[in-house]
């Protein structure tokens, strides 16, 4: 099993869909600082596509926002598809759905601004054992 863990920001928001079962979705992308720096000495990003499902993407809906400072805890999924003849693959990080997502301070991302962070919590702990299948 991998795990993968960054701090970051929301860099864009979708709105929450539902699928064709029914199930409700909701992605936004994630932006988490590199320690590799461009040819100007500045620090990169890497940009993650986020998906959240059913109990967990209605929770987050209106407490997600562009600009929101992150530390994402969960897997790399991987799906495939078929486009054109074609194998397709996407991929996406899925937060466990206990302490998957918590809400930090500007300041504990690191962004370098010494500007007075808001504290935005700990985090949620909200029982999503209903999405569960087994």
Known sequence: ??????????SRKNELKENQNGTKRLTFDFAARNNHRDK????????FLVELMGKQAEFFEDKI????PLLIVGEILERRYEKDGQTQYFRYLAPDLYGGITFLSKKEVGNGN????????????????????F
């Open 1 to 10: 099993m991998q795990k993968f863990i960054a701090n970051g920001w929301v």
């Open 40 to 47: 100007n000495g500045e620090p990169t990003s890497t940009f």
């Open 114 to 133: 010494d500007s007075s962070p808001e504290d935005l919590g700990q985090g949620f702990n909200y029982d999503f054992a209903d999405e569960l299948p």
């Open 65 to 68: 926002s562009k600009g929101q």
